[in-house]
């Protein structure tokens, strides 16, 4: 049947320091990118230090000239019960994946920073289409992840960090957006990819 949506719904958590700048854009984006292509999801975000704090002045402005809204965005502390309510977990850098992965291990092989499972799913490719059934999201999460460690996790690496703009200019905000919403748009062609008709388990 042509048209199908996918199918169970899909729980994204993404993650920054502040949940102020990087996740909030990454959640509106993440959430307008998948409604588009009809994806039933619930996209959240979440910080590391700071509650019920207003999103940056650079980001709602960065959003909003992509039509997105962030003026009622309110920041909120990661909780253990959001990693493991989540089907994919995005930090913006490796440390947002280490807090993660600390509150919760068993969300490692769901847990990566934007830039590596971008990276990473263009090496493994994107979900695949067999007999007009998609491959299951944990065995495409299984793929992305190959030969992963815990041990990549150390240290911060500008492959896998997004730059926090916090503070900065209204154009290091907007080179953010920009990044974040290319590697949103890489994600979401690698993870629902458009096919004329399947059935997903």
């Known amino acids: 049947m042509s048209g199908a949506s996918y199918n169970p719904p899909i729980d994204v958590l993404v993650l920054c320091t502040g949940n102020q700048c990087r996740s909030p854009m990454g959640e509106v984006l993440l959430r307008d990118r998948l409604s588009r ?12 230090v700071a509650d019920d704090v207003p999103a940056s002045a650079g980001s709602v402005k960065a959003m909003a000239k992509r039509g997105l809204d962030l003026g009622e965005h309110r920041s909120r502390i990661m909780t253990v019960e959001d990693v493991r309510a989540a089907d994919l977990v995005i930090g913006m850098a490796r440390e947002h994946v280490r807090e993660a992965v600390v509150l919760d291990p068993d969300s490692f092989a769901r847990t990566f920073t934007l830039r590596e499972i971008v990276r990473r799913g263009e090496v493994a490719g994107p979900r695949r289409v067999v007999d007009d059934r998609l491959e299951p999201w944990s065995t495409w999460l299984d793929r992305v992840g190959r030969d992963r460690r815990t041990a990549d996790l150390l240290g911060q690496d500008d492959s896998d960090d997004v730059a926090d703009p916090m503070g900065m200019s209204k154009r290091a905000y907007e080179r953010t957006a920009v990044e974040i919403e290319r590697l949103v748009d890489r994600l979401i062609d690698l993870a629902f990819p458009n096919v004329p008709s399947y059935s997903a388990p």
Request: glycine letters at 16%.
């Open 37 to 48: 292509r009809g994806i039933d999801a619930a996209v959240r975000s979440a910080g590391l």
